[in-house]
């Protein structure tokens, strides 16, 4: 997903504030040739998760 689309999935103010996040508290982006940065939903769900002091679900443990 785009900078903006992840910004309101974690629930953050601004697109600003999730970019100076990102590296800290939300993983790097993916490059993705010729759509350029996008970030995953499992990896944006595992910081937020690792935030909150929660081991992410792992499919395995679902199944």
Do not use: N
């Not at 999935?9 to 982006?29: A, I, M, Q």
């Not at 010729?34 to 939903?41: I, K, T, Y």
């Not at 935030?51 to 499919?59: I, L, T």
């Amino acid at each position: 997903m785009r900078a903006e689309t992840a910004a309101a999935f974690v629930d953050e103010r601004s697109v600003e504030t999730f970019r100076r996040r990102v590296g800290t508290l939300y993983p790097e982006p993916t490059r993705i040739a010729g759509m350029g940065d996008r970030w995953l939903r499992a990896d944006l769900e595992s910081a937020v998760a690792a935030a909150a002091g929660r081991a992410p679900a792992d499919a395995a443990d679902i199944i």
